[in-house]
T-cell receptor
Framework: GAGVSQSPSNKVTEKGKDVELRCDPISGHTALYWYRQRLGQGLEFLIYFQGNSAPDKSGLPSDRFSAERTGESVSTLTIQRTQQEDSAVYLC?????????FGPGTRLTVL | QKEVEQDPGPLSVPEGAIVSLNCTYSNSAFQYFMWYRQYSRKGPELLMYTYSSGNKEDGRFTAQVDKSSKYISLFIRDSQPSDSATYLCAMSAVRNDYKLSFGAGTTVTVRA
């Protein structure tokens, strides 16, 4: 079946602009995660959605970052007033039980 | 100091060689250890999952955990060009914890 998909695959934006990243999880997966992967660094947890429970937003680095999920489907990660340090690959993953299945990521470049 | 340190590489080996990858960690509470493989422009995929100390083998892959030394390893035997990827270690203190602590990854190239 189809895996986790993310769009766009690449995004180049100017400093100060807002960006929206999209994640389509595997159908039926109740859990969804967002991570940030900076060059030369490990994955940083950003936010976790589980069903209809309140999301765990403890990994969001600042109030410029927000994420939403509609039920158990699509999620969007929004970064407002982007800064150069936001440049990274943003990965989404979904899971039904234990194993997280990752999407290919969105490569964000802030000029 | 990072919670999880991983040899940065890059590592280049000839086909058929044994690849040895390592991570050290500082949090003694970690009990669950994972290795992910990430091909270029793709998301990570889970390769191995181990609990506590010991060895686990899966085909050409062997994961080792030494909790007393806070050190984990992944060995790839008879390496193939298709093994060329970035390998990330990850760990957690709680089973099924969604907040994993990741290493930065080691990029491996297997030369044909």
């Amino acid at each position: 079946g189809a895996g986790v998909s993310q769009s766009p695959s690449n995004k180049v934006t100017e400093k100060g602009k807002d960006v929206e990243l999209r994640c389509d999880p595997i159908s039926g997966h109740t859990a969804l995660y967002w991570y940030r992967q900076r060059l030369g660094q490990g994955l940083e947890f950003l936010i976790y959605f589980q069903g209809n429970s309140a999301p765990d937003k403890s990994g969001l680095p600042s109030d410029r970052f927000s994420a939403e999920r509609t039920g158990e489907s699509v999620s969007t990660l929004t970064i407002q007033r982007t800064q150069q340090e936001d440049s990274a690959v943003y990965l989404c993953a979904s899971s039904q039980r234990n194993t997280q299945y990752f999407g290919p990521g969105t490569r964000l470049t802030v000029l | 100091q990072k919670e999880v340190e991983q040899d940065p590489g890059p590592l280049s080996v000839p086909e058929g060689a044994i690849v040895s990858l390592n991570c050290t960690y500082s949090n003694s509470a970690f009990q669950y250890f994972m290795w992910y493989r990430q091909y270029s422009r793709k998301g990570p995929e889970l390769l191995m999952y181990t609990y506590s100390s010991g060895n686990k083998e899966d085909g050409r892959f062997t994961a080792q955990v030494d909790k007393s030394s806070k050190y984990i390893s992944l060995f790839i035997r008879d390496s193939q060009p298709s093994d060329s990827a970035t390998y990330l270690c990850a760990m957690s203190a709680v089973r099924n914890d969604y907040k994993l602590s990741f290493g930065a990854g080691t990029t491996v190239t297997v030369r044909a």
